[in-house]
Structures are given as C-alpha cells and as structure tokens.
C-alpha cells in the first residue's frame, strides 16, 4: 500500500489543522492506520491508531481525534489546541489489521513522506 499524508501547515498556538492520508489499494480497511511524529532533534513518535479500536498517546488525548473513511480510502488527523511543542513532521504508517492497534512503529512497514506542521507561539 502507498500512503501520502498532507494538510499540514503553520498554525497559531491553540488552532487546528485537518491532517489526511490517502491510501492506494483496494484493501484499505484491512489496516490499522497510524500517525506518528517526529520533532527536529528527536526520536519519531507515535501519535495514534485507528483499527478495531482507537489508541492515542498521553500528550494528545483530548486534542487529537484520528478517524478513516474506508470508501475514500482515507484516514484523519484532527488535531485542536495546538502547541508549540506539537511542532513536527507528521507520518501516516500502514500494518496488516491482525497486528491489532498497536503503537509500536516498527511494526508498520508501510510508511508515507510525512506532512510538516509548524506551530507558533
């Protein structure tokens, strides 16, 4: 499967941007989709999943609603109440669903470009 991530952008601290990821293929819902993050400087992150069920890390629960639409072959990162420290580029990753939603990104081997996301203080 080949992912492309977009929608990213500059955004104000406390605003919002709608990330997607579009997916070739005719399976798309047989993957748990994820997003993961990584900062300048640091180790990429998982961010969350979205399978048979929603998996989110700490720092974004609340914020963060990730979601799919099989019939666009598309999944969703909305993210609200932005913060500096949410600045990074964005990676959508793919993994064959009986993997289950996991967070562990050496278990997708379907990865995209990534998508940066700039936020201002």
């Known amino acids: 499967v080949q992912l492309q991530a977009s929608g990213g952008g500059l955004v104000q601290t406390g605003g919002s941007l709608r990330l997607s990821c579009a997916a070739s293929?005719?399976?798309?819902?047989?993957?748990?989709m994820g997003w993961f993050r990584q900062a300048p400087g640091k180790e990429r992150e998982f961010v969350a999943a979205i399978g048979g069920s929603l998996r989110y890390a700490e720092f974004v629960k609340g914020r963060f609603t990730i979601s799919r639409d099989n019939a666009k072959n598309t999944m969703y990162l909305q993210m609200n109440s932005l913060k500096p420290e949410d600045t990074a580029r964005y990676f959508c990753a793919a993994v064959a669903i009986w993997r289950g939603t996991t967070a562990a990104q050496s278990e997708y081997p379907y990865w995209g470009r990534g998508t940066l996301v700039t936020v201002s203080s």
């Open positions: 293929g005719r399976t798309f819902s047989s993957y748990v």
